[in-house]
Structures are given as structure tokens and as C-alpha cells.
């Protein structure tokens, strides 16, 4: 067992990349990652313990608010969580306070990966997508030197009552959305989306990707995809894709990313 410990859902990259900036800051880190069932969930062992989520509708992405009841973390140990958001914070480190009474949490904001809502570039606070990086990495930095000192939050992470509420109504959201998906013909069956995908939503028929309705819209297959073959609805077709730079989609299917 390392002796840090970072649980990370990741969609666009962006997330992943953080928890990859704090494990490099920390050293001897294990990244286990929530797009599935975490493999690991008994991390008693660890002195540290962190949590890396975006807001996705509101609340926690796809089935983390479920693994959370699995994991196991010693009494003694350090907790720490960050929010990654687009627009707002939401119910999600609040709810990971009441399982685990966080000793340090943060939110920061970065592109925005539901395209056919907002493009990626639209942020608050509004900054460009090479500023929004450059910041996740400063802050990074100083979230590592917190950690070490162990400094605590002076107050709990916000309810967000109208996030909660959102929250809850995602996923019917998120089932009428994945009605909308298509492929275009620059598709060349690479089958990466079907890898991707967390819920085995997508399966290749007559070397295409058809597309079910058990999706929590991380849409990864869309921004990952290396032709921008994957549309949802007419918005996302004249709008750039995004993905993290320093996230390959290969890391993204690791259930375990260890640092050193």
C-alpha cells in the first residue's frame, strides 16, 4: 500500500491530471480511479487519503456517490478533496464530508466538458483554456504544500440544496441525451469509445459505434475520439472537443496509476 492515496473520476482529463500534479508532489501515490468500481477500496494503511471529482449535474459523477460506502479509510489518516467545476461547485464534496469528515477541500474551475451545453472554453471565472490549466497546475502546487503541512478547512464543504436537487434528476437527463449520439462517417472503428466507456454503453455493430441509454454523459468517447467522429445533438458538431492535454485515453481506462 502507498503511502498516499488518491480516488479520481475523470472524464475529460482534466481531473486525472490534477490528481496526477498532487501525486507527483506528494510521491509514492496510488491513483485509483472511480469510472468503475474503485478495485480498491480498503486503504486503511494509507496516511493520506484524497478525493479528485468534477461536477457532474450538480452532485458526483457517474456511480461514485455509491462507491463511496466501500471504501475504508483509516481513522488516523488525512483526508482531502477537490471539486472540479465549469460553472459551480455543487452537493459533491458534501457529500463525501458526511462519509468522511474532510480535513482539507478546495474547488477550482476548468473547462467545461458537456459540450452540448457550453463550449469548453466557457468558465467561471472566465479565463482561457491555456490560463485554466496553467492555474489547476499553480494550484496544485500549493494544495501539496497544505497537504504536507496538514492544514485543515476552517468550515465543511457548502449543502448546495438546489445542486442536490439537480443532482437528482441527472441521470434521466443524461439517459434522454445519450438518444442523441451518432457517428459521422470519419469514423475509422478504432473501437476507443467502447474501450472508454465505464457502463458498456457502446458496442461496434458493422464496425460502427451504436450507442444504449445506460450513460452518465463523461463523454469521454466524444472529446477522446481521434476524428471527432461522435456527435451529441448539433451543438457539438460546430464546437471544438476537449480533452486534457496530459491525459491519454489509455490512462484513463487504468484502474491504478501509480507515482513515485
Not at 18 to 36: E, P, Q, S
Amino acid at each position: 500500500m502507498s503511502k498516499n492515496v488518491i480516488f479520481c473520476y475523470s472524464g475529460s482529463g482534466n481531473c486525472l491530471d490534477f490528481a496526477k500534479n498532487i501525486a507527483k508532489g506528494l510521491g509514492d501515490t496510488d491513483i485509483i480511479m472511480m469510472r468503475k468500481a474503485p478495485v480498491k477500496t480498503d486503504v486503511r494503511d494509507a496516511e493520506r487519503v484524497g478525493f479528485i471529482v468534477p461536477c457532474y449535474g450538480g452532485g458526483l459523477p457517474g456511480d461514485v456517490e455509491s462507491f463511496l460506502g466501500s471504501i475504508r479509510i483509516s481513522p488516523d489518516a488525512y483526508t482531502f478533496a477537490v471539486g472540479q467545476y465549469a460553472g459551480y461547485l455543487g452537493c459533491g464534496l458534501h457529500k463525501i464530508d458526511k462519509q468522511f469528515k474532510l480535513d482539507l477541500w478546495t474547488g477550482l474551475s476548468h473547462q467545461c466538458s458537456c459540450i452540448w451545453l457550453f463550449p469548453h472554453q466557457l468558465m467561471l471565472p472566465p479565463v482561457t483554456p491555456k490560463m485554466a490549466q496553467k492555474r489547476s497546475e499553480r494550484m496544485a502546487k500549493r494544495l501539496v504544500k497544505s497537504i504536507l503541512a496538514g492544514e485543515k478547512s476552517k468550515k465543511a464543504p457548502p449543502k448546495m440544496g438546489l445542486n442536490a436537487l439537480e443532482s437528482k434528476v441527472w441521470p434521466k437527463l443524461a439517459v434522454g441525451k445519450a438518444k442523441k449520439f451518432a457517428v459521422t462517417d470519419a469514423c475509422i472503428g478504432c473501437h476507443q469509445c467502447e474501450k472508454l466507456c465505464p457502463k458498456g454503453n457502446i458496442r461496434f455493430v458493422d464496425g460502427k459505434p451504436t450507442f444504449g441509454t445506460n450513460c452518465i454523459q463523461c463523454l469521454s468517447c466524444l472529446q477522446y475520439c481521434p476524428k471527432e467522429a461522435i456527435t451529441l445533438t448539433e451543438k457539438s458538431v460546430k464546437r471544438e472537443h476537449y480533452h486534457n492535454p496530459n491525459v491519454s485515453a489509455a490512462e484513463l481506462m487504468e484502474s491504478i496509476i501509480h507515482i513515485y
